[in-house]
């Protein structure tokens, strides 16, 4: 584990190595996950459930993210010609340990945790792009539109694991939390409702 953390510290200050050197066993892979899926269950207040079911969602559809924007950018590289051959899920799985910044936002004040997440959000873009231009050799521009091109195929991956992950009962969507926090009228004896007028 102390190379995974090693590297994330590495990328993190710009330093990236060439992607076979991004390998790790299966169980700090997993590690990685659930940590970044406490992080982001953590972060997502708006999103109801109980925790075993919101840390088994985020997890699986980090798990999910992740996977897709590896492969994504493997075949986008290769139209590229600067193909790297090299499964690329650790590495971006790795990159992706930026997020663990985020929960210290939590000890600023509300405006100023807003920014400084837009900001962390921001700069583990650019650990991304510069480690995926440095394993590729393709240029940066060529990596961001990439990256660019990728958030349409994210943004349904979010849909459809949301609406999955709610029909499963992993989640409570927020306007599904405020209809099961609602409470019925109470009904008269009559079988009317009861009113205050």
């Known amino acids: 584990m102390d190379k ?44 109801g459930g109980d925790i075993a079911g919101k840390l088994l969602f985020f997890t699986v559809f980090g798990a999910m993210e992740t996977l897709l924007m590896a492969q994504f950018m493997q075949w986008w590289l290769r139209l590229a010609k600067a193909p790297v051959e090299t499964p690329l899920f650790s590495l971006l799985l790795v990159a992706g340990l930026v997020q663990v910044l985020t929960p210290l936002t939590s000890w600023l004040p509300t405006d100023v945790a807003e920014i400084a997440t837009i900001a962390i959000a921001f700069y583990g873009v650019t650990v991304m792009l ?60 009559d079988g009317k409702q009861d009113s205050l007028y």
């Open 4 to 47: 995974l953390i090693h590297d994330a510290l590495d990328l993190m200050r710009w330093r990236v190595r060439e992607a076979a050197h991004y390998q790790y066993p299966t169980w700090q892979l997993v590690v990685t996950l659930l940590l970044l899926g406490i992080i982001a269950a953590a972060g997502a207040g708006s999103v």
């Open 130 to 189: 510069h480690a995926l231009a440095t394993v590729s050799g393709a240029s940066r521009m060529r990596v961001l539109g990439g990256i660019l091109l990728f958030s349409p195929l994210a943004a349904m991956l979010m849909v459809f694991a949301f609406s999955t992950g709610s029909n499963l009962g992993l989640i409570e969507l927020p306007g599904e939390t405020q209809i099961s926090n609602s409470q019925p009228d109470q009904a008269s004896p």
